[in-house]
């Protein structure tokens, strides 16, 4: 192997403070200790010794990767990709140089291989941000840019099926594996944490190792992820196991991110274990708006040789957008309906849509419901008059009331914002944006509300 770089780097080094004006305390400080630990002809990886500066690899990327990699093609004539790991992390990863010579294919085949659910490809860069779930990915972000434990633990995500909790804890894993590959992390659904507790337990009979076994295996990691952890509450022993794992890795600073259907509050569980659930960041996922289903289905379109019209797309996002995979089911359907049924060339029309999707969209809600109706329910929910409710009065117990119509509203019938403002007698379509806004936002951070929420949609049959 060539080591053009490593044989060249004290000259290397010293091009890079003499041209880039560095003082001696900076040099030695962030820049003598770095090291080559593996190059090719495209790409070099450089090792930051944690032992005398810490872990400061995202430093000296984003300060120094530009003018390390002039300074190689100003000594070596070579135009490199550089990388940045701790001496740590090489020397846990043996074969590191094999890695980074390998093709991007091969790297992507091999991290599949070692961490199964990266195959399902969800990232960061293809979840899509709206205010439905604009603070769960901030803190998601902000997880799996600092794993070690001290930014919110447990980060606890909940919503109903289908919202994004597991593409987010995809997302975060991927990150850190991807840029802090010196930390250990497993993620695993609680039925396979339940699969594998039943598997100890059994084996245990013949094989005294086997527990002790399992216990490593979910408690000598940096960072553990455990999806739908709903589902466990019943089984006692997996439960205990877990409750074990989780006491364990939270007393030693380690990161926990755990997704259910429920707040921490609802669960079937000890009271001590609620609060240890609720004391990191519980936050819900909310279903996507409109705006969001749209973006959500473009996004799909880019993939798609075959694309719809607007019209097409605003037909699917505003029928089936309970979640997100509802709402990509739909579009899926659109798509295999013309790819079956449609002649060569023919675009999809609306009235073909509709027929794709007959059975997957229901008329019946958006259909009945009005926003008399929708006004009348709030207002016997919130026990207020409706004329008090459409008059200019601007108190708190009339204009949550209203915001709340607004939203309803807006969500569940066909209105546009300027019909919703007439029929609740506001001057122009502003008012009501402003309202449907204020309830979409403070129902993340107020649970009182989201619960209101959840009973008028009951109410009204759309839940």
Known sequence: ?????????????????????LNSVLYRTWIEPLEVISESDTEAVIAVDESKSGDVTGLIDKKYRIPLQISIEAVTNKNVTLSFVTKRTAEKNEGVSSYYNESEEQKKKALEEKYPWLQSGQSFDNFVVSSSNSLAHAAAVAVAESPNGQVYNPLFLYSGPGLGKTHLMHSISRYIIENHPEYKIRYTTSENFTNDVIDS????????????????????????LIDDIQFIIGKDSTLQEFFHTFEDLFIAGKQLIISSDKPPSELDLEERYKTRFSSGLPINILPPDYETAMAILRLKQDQS?????????????????????????????????????????????REMAEKALKDLISDTSKNMLTADYIIDVVCNHYNVDKERLLSERRTEDITVPRQVCMYLCSQYTSLTQKAIAEKLHRKNHTTVNHGVNKIKDDMLVDNDLFQTITILKKKLNVD
């Not at 337990?201 to 960072?223: C, F, G, H, I």
């Open 305 to 349: 040789d075959i694309k719809l019209e607007d019209e097409i797309l605003g037909y699917i996002a505003e029928n089936a957008r309970n979640s997100i995979r509802e709402l990509e089911g739909a579009y899926n359907k659109v798509i295999l309906f013309s790819k079956l049924l449609s002649r060569p060339g023919e675009k999809v029309n």
């Open 1 to 21: 192997m060539e080591t053009v770089i490593k044989d060249n780097w004290t000259q290397i080094i010293g091009f890079l403070k003499e041209n880039y004006n």
């Open 201 to 224: 337990m059994r084996e245990s009979k013949q094989n005294k190792t086997a527990l002790p076994n399992l216990r490593e295996k979910y408690r000598n990691v940096d960072v553990l």
